[in-house]
């Protein structure tokens, strides 16, 4: 009898430890699920903050209200940090909350997305979306948008004609403005301050060509840096494959002048640039091309200070201009240089000059009133 219940007992125990294990299997389950999500993948796995920004980036665009990644070796509150590395012309993250993880290492999180006005009047310039209602703001600088690709843009125009134009208009109409407010959120330094108030600062300035460029389909990077030592912003704009630097701001004449509009900085090399500004190269694609600087393109580049004299001649005193802009490589200012304006100086009361840059980018505008 007692041979029975010992075997009894050993058969009860088996059985216990089999229905224990069976009982463990949905946790079992439930780790492998965790560790083959769909989601968990190589291209969704973040380490940095800059790398990640760029996906926040492109998912604002892409319209999302939300996306989820796996920070490896990050805190999730490190991530609270993020909106520092994104220059937030479309959009940024508002909330981020940890949602799972995969062992010690990944943190699932979730982001959220809060957008701006620029967002939606991209949207609605390239997809036909509407503003919505409670967007206000947006409304009126898409108001204002669709005015200025009305009467500047035309459909026979390349990338380059409409980087130009919108350039040019947003020079002459945008004063730089002297309000010395430091609120982050004051319109100086959004695109509708450039645009709707026509008073803005260098971000105001960088927002409103990046997305004027972008409403007609030319690629275009927003540049942090800095300028003579300043916090600034600029773009970088892609013509045929290639990357140009084109500081609208400092195309735009101190004091304001109106419908005066320079072009030193339009669309000009990393080396140019780095005369005066300074930047995180590897951040953004390297600019080393001139096939579309504005003084190429016009013609107006010149070996030799002899070659530019004719066509100056040419053009302020025959024709009559009051305004040429050239640059003569490796030129040295010399005001005995400009007699032969004294020629045709009966046209005008008066004759100026301005140079921009050195060396082999010297860039000299003659004004005439």
């Known amino acids: 009898m007692r041979k029975k219940t010992t075997a009894f007992t050993v058969i009860l125990i088996i059985a216990v430890v089999i ?123 898409y108001e204002v948008v669709r005015q200025v690709l009305d009467s500047v843009i035309t459909d026979d125009m390349t990338d380059y004609d409409k980087e130009v134009a919108l350039h040019d208009y947003l020079v002459s109409h945008c004063r730089y403005s002297e309000d010395t407010t430091q609120e982050p959120e004051s319109d100086i330094y959004r695109a509708y301050g450039a645009l709707v ?72 090399t990393d080396d140019i640039m780095k005369k005066n500004h300074e930047w995180i190269a590897e951040d953004y694609p390297a600019a080393s091309h001139m096939e579309y600087n504005y003084y190429v393109k016009s013609q107006n580049y010149f070996s030799d200070f002899d070659s530019y004299k004719d066509s100056a001649y040419e053009v302020m005193v025959s024709h009559g201009n009051r305004t040429y802009e050239a640059v003569i490589q490796n030129y040295e200012e010399s005001e005995e240089d400009m007699q032969f304006l004294f020629d045709g100086s009966y046209r005008y009361n008066s004759i100026s000059w301005q140079t921009f840059g050195e060396g082999k980018y010297h860039v000299l505008v003659l004004h005439a009133q």
Not at 25 to 53: C, H
Not at 72 to 80: F, L, R, S
Not at 96 to 114: C, E, L, M, P
Request: aromatic share 10%.
């Open 19 to 141: 229905v224990q294990l069976y009982l463990r299997v949905p946790e079992v389950q439930e780790k492998i699920a965790t560790y083959t999500e769909a989601d968990f993948n190589e291209e969704n796995i973040y380490s940095d903050l800059d790398t990640l920004a760029q996906r926040l980036d492109e998912e604002i665009l892409k319209g999302e209200e939300s996306f989820t990644v796996y920070l490896k070796d990050m805190d999730v509150d490190e991530i609270n940090q993020i909106n520092s590395s994104l220059n937030g012309i479309f959009g940024s993250g508002e909330t981020y909350q940890q949602v799972g993880a995969v062992g010690d290492s990944y943190k699932k999180v979730k982001i959220t997305i809060r957008r701006t006005i620029n967002y939606y009047v991209l949207k609605a310039c390239k997809d036909g979306n509407g503003i919505p209602e409670n967007q206000s703001k947006a409304d009126r600088l």
């Open 197 to 268: 108030d026509g008073d803005a600062v260098c971000n105001g300035y960088a927002e409103a060509m990046q997305l004027l460029l972008m409403c007609v389909g030319v690629n275009t990077q927003f540049v942090i840096g800095t300028a003579d030592g300043v916090d600034h912003a600029w773009n970088l704009v892609e013509l045929d494959g290639n990357w140009y630097h084109m500081d609208a701001t400092w195309d735009d004449p101190l004091p304001d002048q109106g419908d005066n509009v320079l072009h030193p900085y339009f669309n000009v």
